[in-house]
T-cell receptor
């Protein structure tokens, strides 16, 4: 069965510093990976997906099949980046979520 | 963007009673809706996949007779927690998409407390 691991429950970063949220997955097939974000008192929303290879709000994520990772990165953290971030793997239309990382940006 | 609503946003019910949660896609037709459950400080766990006009597909370990799902129209899916018990207290979240392979849009969630 597929699995998504986010090793950090909490991550605090100073404003302007680089951010990296780790995500590892286990799946024997070709993975379809996503990052979702949940801001305070808001619903879960899609941040980015590996297949589009785009940068959203300054965030990027590269799929590394060799390391089975899909880490989320941003070179310069902003205060509005404080949120809960979930990595997710989709197989046959179904999403499997990691446990999430709460990112706090320190002013 | 696509909007998914849930009703109610929170509900308290007594043990043994049933409670129904609605999930609506407001500005698009959702062939597929998903129901998740989230315990405090834990991740979302998929409970079932709901396809319009057909029976829901439940994930392993989810009791289909306890969590009744109905997806009678392209804009509405309901989850009924039957004979609720305190251990059913949780945050229930739905998502909807044009189909299972398209982007899923999430509802705001429903907090259920069973006393």
């Amino acid at each position: 069965a597929q699995r998504v691991t986010q090793p950090e429950k909490l991550l605090s970063v100073f404003k302007g510093a680089p951010v990296e949220l780790k995500c590892n997955y286990s799946y024997s097939g070709s993975p379809e990976l996503f990052w979702y974000v949940q801001y305070s008192r808001q619903r879960l929303q899609l941040l980015l997906r590996h297949i589009s290879r785009e940068s959203i709000k300054g965030f990027t994520a590269d799929l590394n099949k060799g390391e089975t990772s899909f880490h989320l990165k941003k070179p310069f953290a902003q205060e509005e980046d404080s949120a809960m971030y979930y990595c997710a793997l989709r197989v046959s239309g179904k999403l499997t979520f990691g446990t999430g990382t709460r990112l706090t940006i320190i002013p | 963007g696509a909007v998914v609503s849930q009703h109610p946003s929170w509900v308290i019910c007594k043990s043994g009673t049933s409670v129904k949660i609605e999930c609506r896609s407001l500005d698009f037709q959702a062939t597929t809706m998903f129901w998740y459950r989230q315990f405090p400080k834990q991740s979302l766990m998929l409970m079932a996949t709901s396809n319009e006009g057909s029976k829901a597909t439940y994930e392993q370990g989810v009791e289909k007779d306890k969590f009744l799902i109905n997806h009678a129209s392209l804009t509405l899916s309901t989850l009924t927690v039957t004979s609720a018990h305190p251990e059913d207290s949780s945050f229930y979240i739905c998502s909807a998409g044009l189909d299972s392979e398209r982007e899923q849009y999430f509802g705001p969630g429903t907090r259920l407390t069973v006393t």
